[in-house]
């Protein structure tokens, strides 16, 4: 066993480049060339390979490091004895805003190169790679380019990168196409020159030791696969581009607002179909990752998203209310003339309702829902509420059957933990803190305002702050802290009527009861017919999360709780 220090190889004239992902950790046994990091610049990104095979026992460089050729970024432990760390891997891929396969000028010297026949921009040196898939074209004919701006972009498996254009002009022939394979010396565009869109190159040798070109883009390649670093000798052959003169920006050139992702991210988004320019970055400068990608997908299937090509197809714009319209293969939302049939009025959705309307519907597209119903007795808790009013008449506190079921709903999410958690992709966020939310009919629509640390409030506090915040939603004065941060709702339709529904859950929860007018019904007590009071009970449940088991017991123990309060204590 020998412990080696693997080391960033020769990424040509790139410098400080910025780490924007760490692929393995301590521990991993990783191949060699596999990729360990992934690095990146505004024209490229490239995963960065293992020279050796081993296991990863120290990492050298984190998130956001800056790293230059010779970085040390793993100490490896390697089997068998390593006569000597390989020499970081030569990158011979550097591209250059000079196109190596023009004719320059013979030994060097400075060239003006004054664009206003037809130009052949080729692809240029990028390396050792043979053939790269062209993935993006980012220039059309008519377009006017700037010199430097990129034309298309190519892919490996380990790199993708940008060909920049080697002069001004307007496009005349696009000469690849997507998918395409390029390489070296590969024909991109013809341009023809624009009015004063020269561009000047300074062709000069370079300076000793250094065999390559200025880089605008660089790829990674294996180490295995290229050759070490060939000194250059001084004043020879190679030729390095030391200055540019570009013209000034044309303005009527094409924003350029790339998507902004890793070679690995950007075959994830062409595997799903995801148009990555459509896709909002929340890494490091706006960076895709998966999670955005992932996002994309779901929002499009729930109709929260629609691509640019959905909407460009849509026959015609959907009404507000109509959203759903935007599912693929769904028809758009009817557009019937109804006082075609009599006398209407129109109104515009409250701003509560529009708010509302879109999470509910959400919700009830992306939550696999399953309602269970069940019944609870509230025979005795209801004479004792009654009875407590009676003596607290003065206090001016009314307390609520409401206010009863959200301390029995405290105490089921104590014993049934998994109904107070919330989805963060593949993980489950239990919740340490019992905050209640209650649904709250308003003359705008809906509201849910949460109920602080239930657990830690009795039956009168509560009842007085459900008071209190169901005033404040029925006069529109509830601030937003009011109606965030809840672990469970109840929505109670019992003050009005009804026997069982099917609450919407109020993501991110998993979980909403739902209740209705108890009524008196026969109960069977083994020797014949009691009248007792029953409250139905309807609890929906996020069937990612719960199962049918968990739901009915937490059901039953609820209504156990309500059936005999005194069970909360024990
Ligand atoms: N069964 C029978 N009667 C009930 C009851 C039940 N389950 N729940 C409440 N009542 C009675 C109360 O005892 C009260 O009667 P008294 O005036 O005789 O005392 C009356 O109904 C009115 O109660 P309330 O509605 O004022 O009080 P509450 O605590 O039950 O509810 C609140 C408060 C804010 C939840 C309610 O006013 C409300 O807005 N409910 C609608 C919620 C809603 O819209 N849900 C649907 C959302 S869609 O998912």
New binding site residues.
């Given amino acids: 066993m020998a412990l080696i220090e693997v080391k960033v190889p020769d990424i040509g004239d790139f410098k400080d480049v910025a780490i924007i992902e760490v692929l393995v950790k301590v521990g991993d046994t990783i191949k060699a060339e596999q990729s360990l990091l992934t690095v990146e610049s505004d024209k490229a990104s490239m995963e960065i390979p293992s020279s050796h095979a081993g296991v990863v026992k120290e990492l050298k460089v984190a998130l956001g490091d800056k790293i230059n050729e010779g970085t040390v970024v793993v100490m490896l432990e390697v089997a068998g004895a390593v006569a000597a760390a390989p020499a970081p891997a030569p990158v011979a891929a550097a591209a250059t805003v000079a196109p190596p396969p023009q004719p320059s000028p013979a030994g060097g010297g400075s060239h003006a190169a004054s664009v206003s026949g037809p130009v052949e921009v080729f692809v240029p040196d990028i390396g050792d790679f043979d053939e790269v898939a062209v993935i993006e074209l980012l220039v059309k004919v008519g377009d006017t380019v700037a010199a430097e701006q990129s034309l298309i972009t190519v892919e490996s498996d380990k790199a993708s990168m940008e060909i920049p254009s080697s002069h001004a002009g307007v496009v005349k022939e696009l000469k690849v196409g997507l998918g395409d394979k390029v390489k070296k010396g590969s024909l991109v565009v013809v341009l023809e020159g624009t009015a004063g869109a020269a561009v000047t190159l300074a062709v000069n040798p370079p300076p000793a030791g250094e065999g390559r070109v200025g880089a605008s883009v660089v790829a990674q390649v294996s180490p295995s696969a290229s050759p070490p670093p060939q000194p250059s000798p001084a004043g020879g052959g190679s030729q390095t581009v030391v200055a540019v003169a570009v013209p000034a920006h044309d303005p009527t050139a094409p924003a350029l607002n790339l998507p902004h992702a890793s070679p690995s991210m950007r075959k994830f988004a062409r595997e799903l179909g995801v148009p990555l320019a459509e896709v909002k970055g929340s890494g490091p400068k706006g960076r895709i990752t998966e999670a955005d990608i992932q996002g994309f997908v779901k929002g499009v299937m729930a109709g929260a998203v629609q691509t640019v090509a959905q909407k460009a197809a849509a026959p015609a714009p959907a009404p507000a209310a109509a959203a759903g319209g935007a599912f693929p293969g769904l028809l758009a939302w009817p557009k019937v003339d109804f006082a075609k049939f009599g006398p209407v009025e129109r109104k515009d959705l409250s701003r509560i309702k529009k708010i509302s309307g879109a999470n509910l519907h959400r919700n009830w597209v992306i939550i696999p829902h399953v309602t269970n119903h069940d019944d609870a007795d ?1 025979t005795d808790l209801e004479a004792f ?1 009654v009875a407590t ?1 009676k003596e607290n008449e003065k206090s001016g506190v ?1 307390v ?4 009863f079921m959200i301390k029995a709903a405290v105490a089921a999410l104590k014993k049934f933990p998994e109904f107070n958690s919330s989805l963060d992709g593949d993980q489950l966020v239990l919740k340490n803190y019992f905050h209640v939310g ?5 003359p705008n629509g ?1 509201m849910v305002p949460v109920i602080r640390d239930c657990d830690k409030k009795g039956i009168f506090q509560i ?1 007085q702050e ?2 209190e915040l ?1 005033k404040k ?1 029925r006069d529109g004065k509830l601030g937003p802290a009011e109606m965030t941060g809840g672990c469970f709702s ?7 009527g009804g026997r069982y ?1 099917t ?2 859950i109020n993501a991110p929860e998993v979980a ?1 009861m ?6 008196i019904e026969p109960k069977w007590d083994g020797k014949q017919f009691q009248p007792r009071l029953m ?2 009970l309807s609890l929906s449940w996020d069937h990612r999360v719960i199962d049918g088991a968990s739901a009915a017991r937490f059901n039953v123990y609820f209504a156990s709780l309500l059936a005999d309060f005194r069970r909360i204590v024990l």
């Fill in positions: 509230i509420r009013n009314k609520t059957m409401l206010a209650f649904a709250a009919d308003t809906l009842s459900m008071g169901a939603a109840i929505s109670s339709l019992g003050g009005i529904f609450p919407i909403i739902g209740v209705c007018k108890s009524a409250l139905p």
